[in-house]
C-alpha cells in the first residue's frame, strides 16, 4: 500500500499515514491514526502528564504525600491534612 495523505481531526492539518505504520497499524489491529503525529504526541504527552505525583515530606508533621505540583525548593511543603488545617486556620483567624 503506498503512502496515504490523511487529515488530522484534530489541527486539520495533512499527514503522511506512511505505508510502514500502515503495517505496524494493521498488524496491531489498529484503526488507522485520526490525528497527526503533532497532535498525537501532544495528547499522549497530555495523559502522562496529568496523573503527575510528586513525592513530599510535610514539613509541618514528616508524613509522606504526594502532590500534583512540582514543590518548590527551599518552600516549605505541607501534608494534604497539614494544607487543610493551615489553610482553615487562615480562614478563621
Ligand atoms: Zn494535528
Ligand atoms: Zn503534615
Known amino acids: 500500500m503506498p503512502d496515504l495523505e ?8 495533512v499527514f503522511l499515514y506512511t505505508e510502514k505504520e500502515q503495517g505496524i497499524f494493521y498488524q ?3 484503526m488507522p491514526p485520526q490525528r497527526c ?3 498525537r504526541s501532544k495528547k499522549a504527552a497530555a495523559s502522562a502528564n496529568a496523573p503527575a505525583r510528586f ?8 508524613k509522606h504525600d504526594h502532590v500534583p505540583f ?3 525548593v527551599g518552600r516549605s511543603v505541607l501534608c494534604k ?3 487543610q488545617a493551615n489553610k482553615s ?3 478563621f483567624a
Open 81 to 83: 491534612d497539614c494544607h
Open 6 to 13: 490523511m487529515s488530522c481531526m484534530q489541527c486539520k492539518d
Open 55 to 62: 513525592d513530599i515530606v510535610c514539613d509541618h508533621c514528616g
Open 37 to 39: 503525529p503533532k497532535c
Open 70 to 72: 512540582q514543590p518548590k
Open 89 to 91: 486556620r487562615v480562614r
Open 28 to 30: 496491531r489491529n489498529m
